[in-house]
């Protein structure tokens, strides 16, 4: 259990679907995070929030819509996506540590929401 | 360009042995921190461990220990006589100042496959 949590786990979704992941985190942090993992490839960051403040937009197709209306909720809005979106898509929370001497730099994240796009 | 970099895609190995997981960053900053991570089947990163740039000391956890070498921008990670708990993917990540910290570069992550 690492004070995140994400749902749903999985989600099968057609290419005209409108859905939408969670994340909440219960850790007392100020910044979260969107990652994508793709098979084969590394860990792709695509959205960072900090104080609820958009500060990364990591080239994100408009396709994907975050939305972030508290420090400790996250949301993925999806809307009209392709086969290749199909992956795990992985939501992670720190402490702002812009400047970062005091804190560990450590993300913690949730078990991830595994999508399929057909 | 990858600035982490983990050539091993896939390490099999029987249970007691050991496992050495490489990892080659690459940054001009002379402020950074290297992480690693171990993301077991459920999906979720857990945090193994935090390095700073300029502590080059290594560092044993248990059974765990990383290998840091500024000189070949090194952070290797060993894990001695494995257990089949320890199947997972394992990720290298680099952090730098000009960045938000929690803005990880991931390398491609190594694949530990413990048998019994």
């Known amino acids: ?118 | 360009a990858q600035k982490v970099t983990q050539a091993q895609t896939e390490i099999s190995v029987v249970e007691k042995e050991d496992v050495t997981l490489d990892c080659v960053y690459e940054t001009r900053d002379t402020t950074y921190y290297l992480f690693w991570y171990k993301q077991p089947p459920s999906g979720e990163l857990v945090f193994l461990i935090r390095r700073n740039s300029f502590d080059e000391q290594n560092e044993i956890s248990g059974r765990y220990s990383w290998n840091f070498q500024k000189s070949t921008s090194s952070f290797n990670f060993t894990i001695t006589a494995s257990q089949v708990v320890d199947s997972a993917v394992y990720f290298c990540a680099l952090s730098e100042p000009n960045d938000s910290w929690g803005k990880l570069q991931f390398g491609a992550g190594t694949q530990v496959v413990v048998t019994p």
Request: proline fraction near 5%.
């Open chain 1, 1 to 118: 259990e690492t004070g995140v949590t994400q749902t749903p786990r999985h989600l099968v979704m057609g290419m005209t679907n409108k859905k939408s992941l969670k994340c909440e985190q219960h850790l007392g942090h100020n910044a979260m995070y969107w990652y994508k993992q793709s098979a084969k490839k590394p860990l792709e960051l695509m959205f960072v929030y900090n104080f609820k403040e958009q500060t990364e937009n990591n080239s994100v197709p408009s396709r994907f819509s975050p939305e972030c209306p508290n420090s400790s909720h996250l949301f993925l809005h999806l809307h009209t996506l392709q086969p290749e979106d199909s992956a795990l898509y992985l939501c992670a929370s720190s402490q702002d540590l812009r400047g970062g001497i005091l804190g560990t730099g450590e993300l913690f994240f949730g078990e991830g929401s595994r999508l399929t796009v057909l």
